[in-house]
């Protein structure tokens, strides 16, 4: 494969930025990542790889490690406030836990591990300008003042987007759907709670998932509704230390072993705080710039799908790359016929099932309690998230490419 006088830049050093990199450089692409963090980032609960993102880590030589990283969760038990159990859901391919779950930091971590000799991973810096040439990008970042040229820039920088935003201006704006939905996530490494995720509900759209992390510790995923009065006041804390207090009283009084979860979430360094929302994009690319994973297509925490979609979708640009090295517009249209399918379904959340995770009375509590005891004993979970897994799409095969 030919390389290209000017570098590629990903903004971004999380799953998709990472993985795209590995991709460009085994195809001869140079590219360096700006990555806004200091470093890379520790927080995340589990994510999930799904279906084809299976093949993709498989094809990246890293599923051995990913294997081994496994949280080793079997499955979630929903309970009530005593810790009572109503239905057990065990781990599978269409499952609320998928057969194979990692950490995202130790995802990020085995992804950096296999790039950090080629690739150049420039921290604590994010471009703030772009100006597109003929035959060029130039970018300006923001920290170190210095303009370069780049023959494309790929926007992996998250939901939150800052390349969405210098390059679809107004478009951007209403691409960000929010879905009404607030998340805090932590780790509690000492705290050891067994192989089985418990999943709580309380009232007011409340819910909690404390899951194992594979290393004898606990993640904890606290998310209400911000769609639903008194708990939308509460999605507008600012510091760390305000969504910590806030979180605390937020969840004072739902039970169980949560006062203990609270407890170690004040002293915890790594509370990860976001607003669920989607991005909805007419066209996933400008010119020479095009966006990747979240960035481009965000499908939120509630499918499931955005780790799976990051991974195939860093594949696939970089495929198409490597197709067209001299017409990125083409590789980026190419790209994003193959895949809008894809991420399409991986987007498609039903209303109903913010609502049947995040109940707001004991009424929709206790049909919450029914359904996942009618669940546990005929294996519903399988019907019920299967419509969302983009499962059966065909995705075109880079094979040939790949080979040598
Ligand atoms: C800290 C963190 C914790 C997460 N925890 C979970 C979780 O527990 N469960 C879950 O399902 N999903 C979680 N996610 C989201 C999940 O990682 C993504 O949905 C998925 O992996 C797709 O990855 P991505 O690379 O597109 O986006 P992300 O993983 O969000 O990565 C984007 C990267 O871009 C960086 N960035 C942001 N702005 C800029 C900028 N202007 N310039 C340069 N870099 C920038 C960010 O620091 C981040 O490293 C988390 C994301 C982050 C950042």
Redesign the pocket.
Known sequence: MQQQQLPVLI???????LALAYWLHRGGRHCII????PSL?P?????DIRGLARDVISWMGIDGSVKRSSTMEVGKHMIDQSGRIWGSHPAQPNGFTAELEIL?SDLAHILQEVVKDDVKIIYGD??DDIVEKEDRVTVHFHESKESQDFSVVIG????????RSIVFGEEALSAYRPIGLHQG?FSLPSLDMGPWARWLQAPGGRSILARPNGKGGTTV?MGFTTSHGSTNKRAQWKSMEQVKVGLAELYGDVGWEVPKLIEGMMTCDDL?FSEAAQIHLRSWSRGRVVL????AH?PT?MSGM??SC?LVGAYVLASEMCLHPFHPTEAFSEYERVLRPYMEKAQEIKPWQVSLLHPQNMYQIWLGRGLSVLSSYLDLQKYLKREIKPEGIEVKSYEDLWKS
Do not use: H, M, P, W
């Not at 903004?11 to 930025?17: N, V």
């Open positions: 903004c971004g050093g999380g799953i998709a930025g700006v990555e806004r963090s980032r927080s995340g609960q589990n994510i995202r994010y471009i992996a920088d998250g939901v939150g987007s800052k390349t996530f995923l990860y990747l994973g979240d960035a965000c925490s955005g780790t990051a």
